[in-house]
């Protein structure tokens, strides 16, 4: 319910058109331009922030080929301890909770009850 809040809260915004509200003169005033770099980078930064919501999807994979295979003799029997063509993959998914505690601490979402 929380991470609804916080998506909804955090859309990603869009840039408005300068073409109707700017003259030809004032787009090219440099503090004009300035300006309008660091909206641009406020905006980024937003967006940036709204990608911390969700959980991190982490996949590994590995096929490794050995000469030949690895066995043990336990009494009259051996045991294979490796074969000679080994695969393993991990799939880890990870929901941080601090960067999502210093958001709602930030855009001022926290419960104060």
């Known amino acids: 319910m929380i991470a609804l809040a916080a998506l909804l809260f955090l859309a990603p915004m869009q840039r ?30 937003r967006n940036a922030t709204a990608s911390l919501l969700g959980p991190t999807l982490h996949i590994d994979a590995a096929s490794l080929h050995w000469g030949d295979a690895f066995s043990l003799m336990l009494g009259t029997s051996a045991a294979v301890v490796r074969a000679q063509n080994t695969r393993s993959m991990t799939v880890t998914v990870v929901e941080p909770l601090t960067p999502l505690l210093a958001i709602f601490e930030v855009r001022g979402c926290s419960n104060s009850a």
Not at 18 to 43: L, W
């Open 16 to 45: 408005r058109s300068r073409s109707t509200s700017a003259s030809g003169s004032a787009r090219k005033n440099p503090d004009v331009r300035s300006a309008d770099a660091g909206v641009d980078a406020a905006i980024a930064d």
